[in-house]
């Protein structure tokens, strides 16, 4: 079963803005009953050029009603310069989050807003100009490129939760490869990466970092003084240790592993780490 | 809130008295069947008692049970069994419609080189024989086919196909992990080699299948280890599940019967009354050649897996070939084989029921379900459509 959030199901057994506004001022409508999902978006602007009604009919999954459902609510009483500037993630965000499987339900409610809006000004999105990448899903070159750079994407795998392109039958692999090479390199021209030493850890870098840590420079000194200490377990940033030997009835240990153990993983870890003794 | 279970074909409720007969077996009667004193020796017995009542289930010798650990196991241990024997021939038999513990098997075989050919079916879910016919060669290895499909309850002609395997003198398993329990199996009076069958599907816990092998038939054991079995499946035997499985495959025969009576009448009217209260409903693969408690519905214009969940708020388990419930993008491949339109195959719902079903459950699904539809037809931008194509408003 999917891990939905509450405010998905919410908007799932809820929907907000259901319908179809008779003569729209702005129409638009992406997916199609061979692909699983389709929505279609229309708009009614105010005197002010804002988005005084907005309605959505869409044919999916939970995450895919509770996404377009999201949607209509943010971009209401938004100009269609702000509504523009919503993206995907801010969907997702709303809905405080998706399975990253389901992702491509808020790609598909950013993208019938674009073709909506496009519509509105009378601009054709026509995706014959684009190469289509994924024929089983028909998407072009385009949309993974946008999708690759809003949303940081790495790996095929998560292409096809954000756009579905790649998800039949596979043949478009590595094509899809290639476009996330050249528009990752384009990225980190434009964005050079933070050094290495601020880089994030992964939990098995830290993990692996921890350990070297503790051999080299924290357990070489407390066995000087016939003293140990175990690793026992690491929760977040929570470092969890048992002391051996001598430290174990040790008065100072609680100094010891606070002001020795924890400075020590600080300086060559990361400042947020905590060490925590745990009792036998 | 109640709980409507309608999803038996998925996994099936531990009956009462399978759960009684084997909670002795974890603390008290805990020897191991092969030990030597009389502590193992008493478990060996109850054991032997438990092959016998499998056995009498499938109309089979004792000889010719192999526990395993589920379905899956069984499947695997069948072709790569069989393959081990027949280390000349490249080339297996299969369809398009089982399950993936034959299907990806056979993916996997094809990567390593094996030949694969798989039957395809037409609109009905019925496989082509006369491709089988063709297909038979001289490095065929094994032929497999799937007793009942899962996602339909399509029933397959698999003495038919028995008569032609054989002719040939070719090896024939068939994965029965949804027949067993609804329909009458005999293997004295048939032409299968090997059988697959799994004890959760059948009101035994997860974690026991069997694997009959015909006396006769070549056969490589899969699990690798001790003298268990025969020598034709390695680990010291799950003994209470075993257990469980004898008591769980007397009650199967026992209530067979009713599973094609009350049962099947149950289903049937779920089917009728969901037909006949929603437009646009169509049943997938041949009413007709089916198991008694399996339906396949398909709703035109939504998707499953909201219908699911919708159910769900309302205590209905049930199942669906959408695309969205398995987490891959496409729907069901045994849909997409019988060639169900997408209209049809993104709105798929399995109902499979159980002995244990009422008919007042029945009518708690035929009452909520049209709301449900009918709910998530005003949302979809498809239905709208279609009644308009309709000349409706």
Known sequence: MWDYTEKVKDHFLNPRNVGEIESPDGAGEVGSLACGDALRLTFKLDENKRLKDVKFKTFGCASAIASSSALTEIIKGKTLEEAEKVTNQDIANYLGGLPEEKMHCSVMGREALEAAIANYRGQKVVKEDFEIICKCFGVTDREIIKAVRENDLKTVEQVTYYTKAGGGCGQCHPKIEAIIEKVRKEMEKEAPPPKPEKRKLTNIQKIKLIEETLGREIIPALKADGGDLDLIDIEGNKVLVALRGKCSFCPSSEFTLKQYVETKLREFVSDDIEVEEVRP | ?393
Not at chain 2, 238 to 256: F, R, S
Not at chain 2, 260 to 286: C, F, M, Q
Not at chain 2, 295 to 313: A, M, N, R
């Open chain 2, 1 to 393: 809130m109640k709980t409507v279970y309608v999803d038996n074909n998925a996994t099936t409720k531990v009956a009462p008295e399978v759960l009684e007969a084997m909670l002795p077996y974890f603390s008290e009667y805990y020897g191991n069947p092969s030990s030597m004193h009389f502590f193992g020796g008493q478990v060996q017995k109850r054991v032997d008692e438990a092959r016998e009542k499998v056995a009498d289930f499938l109309g089979a010798d004792p000889s010719e049970i192999v526990f395993t650990s589920c379905g899956t196991e069984s499947d695997n241990a069948s072709i790569l069994g069989t393959l081990d024997s027949y280390p000349e021939k490249r080339h297996l038999i299969t369809t398009r419609v089982e399950h993936p513990a034959i299907g990806n098997v056979c993916t996997y075989l094809g990567r390593k080189g094996y030949r694969i050919t798989e039957l395809s079916v037409d609109r009905e879910g019925r496989l082509d024989l006369d491709k089988l016919r063709e297909s038979i060669i001289e490095e065929t290895a094994l032929v497999t086919v799937m007793y009942a499909n899962n996602e339909t309850g399509m029933i397959f002609p698999i003495e038919e196909i028995g008569e032609i395997v054989k002719a040939k003198g070719i090896p024939f398993h068939t994965d029965a992990v949804q027949a067993a329990g609804k329909i009458p199996l005999n293997m004295k009076k048939s032409k299968i080699d090997m059988l697959s069958i799994s004890g959760h599907k059948l009101h035994a816990p997860k974690g026991i299948g069997v694997l009959y092998i015909r006396k006769g038939t070549r056969f490589s054991p899969y699990m690798i280890g001790g003298h268990q079995e025969k020598g034709r499946r390695g680990g010291t035997e799950n003994v209470p599940y075993i257990i469980g499985l004898g008591k769980a495959c007397e009650l199967a025969k026992k209530h067979l019967g009713e599973e094609n009576t009350r049962v099947k009448a149950l289903r049937d009217y779920l089917e009728v009354k969901l037909l006949e209260k929603i437009p646009n409903t169509l049943v997938n693969g041949d009413r007709v050649n089916r198991l008694p408690n399996t339906v396949s519905v398909s709703f035109e214009y939504v998707e499953g897996e909201s219908i699911l969940l919708l159910l769900s708020d309302l205590g209905i388990c049930a199942s669906s070939g959408s695309a969205c419930t398995s987490g891959s993008l496409e729907p069901s491949h045994v849909l997409r084989a019988m060639g169900v339109p997408f209209t049809a195959a993104h709105g798929s719902i399995r109902f499979s029921l159980s002995v244990y079903n009422t008919k007042e459950e029945m009518d708690y699904i035929i009452e909520h379900l049209p709301p449900i539809i009918q709910k998530l037809r005003d949302i979809s931008p498809f239905w709208k459509d279609y009644l308009k194509s309709q000349g409706k408003r």
